[in-house]
């Protein structure tokens, strides 16, 4: 088995090759290989650049075990090397959370204090009126499973497979990882090597039948 310090595969191949993983050995994934991933998938984007996502790392084998118990018992859970609990936090509108996106802004240039009292206004208005989204929970949810496709799109390219899995019970995960309640857990991302094949290809319909045209339910001439 290669264990791949680099990516080694390019971003079509890694998006055509991705599977759900249901089973995984136990070789670990590197520790240089799984930074890389980590920081590829944070580079999603997010509103404001807020960047709502967490995520836990769990790689003991203890901790998989309580985590596969919240988990309708998946195998995946405690075969993986590393399972994220990957989550989203709803606190980012709050006045020191603006504060700490403003300076990283700052720091790299792309905040001046013009847009930096924008972002003071708009952010809490955001989330005080919610135009964008009905529940908070909607907008947490989008901008954290972004990092996800990211991560499994990412890992990929290093050789990495990965299961992203809703079958868990929120809850749950929460006590068990003193998640605090304002923080909602998307869902649990299992990373490592797969070890049986994959099972067949379910397919994807054609372009046709989920892209439109300029409005909903009309053809796309491409
Ligand atoms: C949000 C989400 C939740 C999923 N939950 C589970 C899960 O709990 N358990 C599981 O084995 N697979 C889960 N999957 C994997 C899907 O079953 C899988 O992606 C789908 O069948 C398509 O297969 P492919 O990813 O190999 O192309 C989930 C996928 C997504 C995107």
Known sequence: ????????????????????????????????????????????????NLQPWRFVVVRETENKERLKACAFNQRQVSEA???LICCGDRRVAEPDYIESVIKLGAEAGAVNEAYADVMRQKIPALFENHPCFQHVEAWTNRHTMLAV?????????????????????????????QIPAEVDVCCLLALGYVAEPFKPYGGRFEIDQVFFGESYEQPLTL
């Open 1 to 48: 088995m290669t264990i791949n310090m680099h990516p080694s595969m390019g971003l079509k191949d890694s998006i055509e090759q991705r599977r759900a993983a249901r089973s995984f050995r136990s070789d670990p994934i590197p520790d240089a290989a799984l930074v890389e991933i980590l920081r590829l998938g944070v580079r999603a984007p997010s509103g404001y």
């Open 81 to 83: 090397p590393v399972v």
């Open 149 to 177: 496709a990211h991560l499994m799109i990412v890992a990929k390219s290093y050789g990495v497979d990965s299961c992203p899995m809703e079958g868990f019970v929120s809850d749950q995960v929460k006590e068990a990882f």
